[in-house]
């Protein structure tokens, strides 16, 4: 029923964003057809040809009808550029995305979540202290100056991992991890010093509520109080942001994944946008969006199954 | 090691008057190349498009003037082995007609393709998968002949009719990317099965140079039929390597062709192209050891690369120059005295500092390097030099005549616009011309236009001034023609009865000598008139493991020396790995 209530809003952003997307795009100055032809094959002419044959003199939205036409049925077209399928080259890219951004999630969730407990559970001592500064730190520096240090030290002073370069999975599970080890890192160090503050400020509330009073009075152990009573209460924020986050993470991609020359959909939306290869910036901008929504579309369900207090009706007010 | 060492088998020749190079000690350098690269890239250089000169120096000692090659012992060829070679970009499609083949791209295509014409040391341009390449007596009809035996990756024959089925159903077809550059063959005919004719609009004397890029890349036309839509994605050619894989932005795979047409050649058993956009990291991938080969067009890059410890590099100061553009159809800059004052307000010197390129990119002064035979030492003397004084005069006479051609009142300042692609380092030029031009009492207004618009822009003569590329490693006639005629690609419109007279020359002789002269009276006419300037040539480099070898002493069937890795662009037939 929720699912059902929540789906025209649903429908509503995703056209929304399918018509901005759209006009962003073809609005951006610069001619598709001189990118295809190259300067010095550009002539009028044969600009023109290009032109036509892109339909690129329709109307605008006759050219958005067509495309969201056929983008519904899976066709997003072919690429001017490499002529290859929209569709297809987003399918080839996504997984490499997405293993470089879990990754990356789980990387910072898992360094993040015991050292924000053990911050809330120091608050005020020398230990939350580095923890909090450490943190502010890591927020302060961008993800492309973490990247190239990273490479430094792992790459060409250890040599312990690729500097570049990507293996796909079913070639080679292991040089896989080992290819997405870097970029992942990369982008889990800002999300992790945003999840740790979080987590931080949220635990010192649960701490201070009166079951976790309560619990200590019966002698609970402090471990179990932490992680059995006190860190689901306080993870509405961490996950709210975590769904957010993916979209930081995405835009991250587009410089990280040209950084570590890794072939997702971040390093083909840079490249599409660069040679204004219009049908596909539009693909990918349309499932990155798809994605984002979806994503935190699942986080708003997730509440309830954190806190089955929580209506859903009161979450749908949450995205 | 060596300074410069003969590779086996070859001259040394073009590579003997290059300078060898005094090379710190290694590890702290190192780091510094890749902390100077963190820099570079917190100033933004990294990555996506510009034009090509970015970053500052890594402080390397006294860095020397223009091309270095510094090589180890080249030693015997050694067959077998696999290299992995990092490109500066993906290349869109790999079928001629409908692949862009900047440099990363003719680098893969030189281990699919052969070209049918390539250049030697000297700068002829010779048969290398043609046998011979011969013009009637007006020029006006080239006849090329093939080398019999040669066959496709996929068996099929490289005969007259494959030639033909190329030139019809690719390279002309509508919307071919190389159609407008072969608009001049009215046809390609067939006269027997290793024969065709090249038959052109007009004498042609600069045809064969076209064959070296991807007209002249002969595919399997029964393998491009079949593949469809998909050809670009599965090539098929004649070259040493046989294609393997593409997975896109990520790397191509190519091995050894056992039937390859030459004896002894691939030496190779395996390369992987990998195509790494940032300048950084693919530098670092190369310290790493995850590539064995990189690639750079970037002077900064050129320059870190010097300082690698057990890497070797082979530069190359091509003619192609940053500089400046000016709209001549547009007035003021109609009037010469104002492009005179411009281009003597210029100081050249400080614009290469500005890109990094102090020390390393020696001055321009016209369309064809120092390296090249058709470089002048008159049409050096005629560029206006860096004289604010005479700019200034040349100014206020324009400023001040009645008559001057923006119909403005007499002592009103000019106001134009200055447009760069929005790369940090041209934008730091373009603030030092706005600075230049000020001091002369002009208002000059910055823009930034992406680089396509950029183009659009220039194409269309919509524009005042600003900067773009000048010059390119191609024929004269191909490049004056193109630039200084009433074509489309004129983007600063300038033309002249003059150069119109030279272009005729250009295009119906061989002789090296009249050319030479055709080309010196351009490059007069030019910077008497200054529609374009400079601002320092670019230097290029391959920097590959020691273990690499040969990766510029390439040479054609007959035993002539190539051209070795002309901008960053290598025959991988010829390269070996040593043991």
New interface residues.
């Given amino acids: 029923m929720y699912v059902l209530r929540r789906l025209p809003s649903l429908i509503a952003t995703l056209l929304a964003v399918s018509i901005l997307t759209f006009l962003m795009t073809s609005l951006l100055?610069?001619?598709p057809a001189?990118?295809?032809?190259?300067?010095?094959?550009?002539?009028?002419e044969?600009i023109a040809?290009?032109r036509s044959?892109l339909s690129l003199d329709d109307p605008l939205p006759v050219r958005y009808l067509h495309w969201i036409g056929d983008a519904l049925t899976g066709d997003f077209g072919?690429s001017y550029?490499?002529?290859?399928p929209v569709s297809q080259?987003i399918i080839?890219r996504l997984p490499v995305t997405a293993e470089i951004g879990l990754l990356a999630i789980v990387i910072a969730l898992a360094i993040a979540i015991p050292v924000g407990m053990l911050s809330a559970y120091r608050a005020g001592t020398r230990t939350d202290k580095v923890i909090s500064s450490t943190s502010f730190g890591l927020l302060a520096v961008p993800n492309?100056?973490v990247?190239?240090?990273l490479?430094?030290v792992f790459?060409?002073?250890l040599?312990v991992l690729?500097?570049?370069?990507?293996v796909?999975f079913t070639d080679n599970p292991v040089q896989n991890l080992r290819s997405a080890l870097l970029p992942a890192l990369s982008l889990a160090i800002a999300e992790m010093a945003v999840y740790t503050r979080l987590l931080r400020t949220d635990m010192i509330a649960t701490l201070q509520q009166d079951f976790v009073t309560m619990a200590r009075v019966k002698g609970v152990s402090n471990r179990r109080i932490l992680f059995r009573h006190a860190l689901r209460p306080s993870s509405f924020s961490l996950l709210t942001v975590a769904g957010v986050q993916v979209g930081a993470i995405i835009g991250g991609s587009v410089v990280i994944e040209?950084?570590?020359?890794?072939?997702g959909v971040g390093?083909?939306l840079?490249?599409a946008v660069?040679?204004?290869d219009l049908l596909m910036v539009q693909g990918v901008a349309l499932v990155i969006a798809v994605s984002y929504v979806v994503v935190n579309f699942t986080v708003d369900i997730l509440y309830s199954y954190l806190d089955p207090r929580i209506s859903h009706g009161r979450s749908s007010a949450r995205v | 090691m060596a300074a410069v060492a003969a590779p086996d088998g070859i001259s040394v020749g073009k590579w003997a008057h290059m300078r060898g190079h005094r090379r710190p000690t290694a590890g702290s350098w190192q780091r510094a190349a890749v902390a100077a690269g963190l820099v570079v890239l917190l100033l933004g250089t990294a990555a996506c498009g510009g034009d090509g000169d970015g970053g500052g120096s890594t402080g390397a000692e006294d860095p020397q003037e223009g091309a270095v090659v510094e090589i180890s012992e080249q030693g015997e060829p050694v067959d077998g082995g696999e290299i992995v070679v990092g490109l500066e970009a993906e290349t869109s499609s790999w079928l001629p007609g409908r692949g862009t083949f900047n440099q990363p791209g003719v680098n893969v295509a030189y281990a699919l393709y052969d070209p049918l014409m390539h250049r030697t040391e000297d700068g002829d341009v010779e048969p290398y998968l043609a046998e011979s390449m011969e013009p009637n007596a007006d020029l006006t009809e080239w006849t090329l002949t093939l080398r019999p035996g040669v066959r496709f990756h996929d068996d099929t024959p490289l005969d007259a009719q494959a030639l033909k089925t190329i030139f019809d159903d690719y390279l002309t077809a509508p919307g071919a990317n190389t159609a407008a550059s072969l608009d001049e063959v009215t046809s390609l005919d067939v006269v027997d099965e290793l024969t065709v004719v090249y038959r052109l609009v007009e004498a042609n004397a600069a045809f064969p140079v076209l064959l070296i890029s991807s007209p002249g890349w002969p595919f399997s036309p029964t393998a491009a039929a079949a593949a469809g839509e998909d050809a670009g994605a599965r090539p098929v050619g004649t070259g040493p390597f046989r294609f393997v894989s593409w997975q896109r932005d990520s790397q191509l795979v190519v091995e050894k062709n056992e039937d390859y047409w030459q004896p002894g050649l691939p030496h190779l058993d395996r390369i992987t192209f990998r195509p790494i956009p940032d300048e950084d990291t693919r530098l670092a991938s190369l310290q790493s050891g995850d590539v064995d080969v990189m690639q750079s067009l970037r002077q900064s890059t050129v320059i870190r690369a010097r300082d690698l410890d057990g890497i070797d590099n082979y530069e190359h100061l091509g003619s192609n120059s940053g500089g400046g553009t000016v709209n001549t159809s547009k007035p003021p800059f109609d009037d010469v005295r104002v492009r005179q004052a411009l281009a003597h307000a210029l100081d050249q010197e400080a614009i290469i500092e500005v890109l990094g390129g102090a020390g390393v990119t020696p001055p321009t002064t016209q369309f064809f390097s120092e390296d090249s035979p058709y470089w002048s030492a008159k049409v050096a003397e005629a560029y206006p030099a860096y004289d604010v004084e005479k700019a200034q005069e040349l100014y206020d006479d324009y400023i001040n005549d009645p008559d001057r051609s923006d119909g403005l009142p007499v002592g009103t300042q000019l106001s134009f616009t200055y447009s760069c692609p929005p790369d940090p380092s041209l934008n730091e030029v373009a603030q030092l011309v706005q600075s230049l031009y000020g001091a002369l009492g002009a208002q000059v207004e910055l823009e930034q236009v992406e680089q396509a618009t950029w183009i659009q822009k220039m194409l269309a003569r919509d524009y005042d001034t600003g900067c773009t590329r000048v010059g390119a490693d191609s024929d004269p006639f191909i490049v004056f023609d193109a630039a200084f005629t009433e074509g489309p690609l004129n983007m600063t419109a300038f033309q002249s009865p003059e150069i119109d007279v030279q272009l005729d020359i250009l295009r119906t002789t061989t002789d090296l000598a009249a050319r030479k002269a055709a080309v010196e009276e351009i490059g007069l006419v030019v910077n008497e008139n200054v529609p374009n300037t400079f601002s320092g040539g670019t230097l290029t480099v391959m920097a590959g493991r020691e273990a690499v070898k040969n990766l510029a002493g390439w040479i054609f069937p007959d035993g002539t020396t190539g051209n070795g890795a002309a901008s960053a662009q290598v025959m991988w037939g010829h390269v070996w790995l040593a043991g």
């Fill in positions: 100055p610069g001619d001189l990118q295809i032809l190259g300067a010095e094959n550009a002539t009028p044969a040809a290009v044959e072919r550029r490499t002529n290859e080259a080839e492309f100056m990247a190239i240090l490479i430094l790459a060409v002073w040599g690729p500097a570049t370069g990507w796909n040209t950084l570590f020359a890794v072939p390093r083909l840079l490249e660069l040679v204004r």
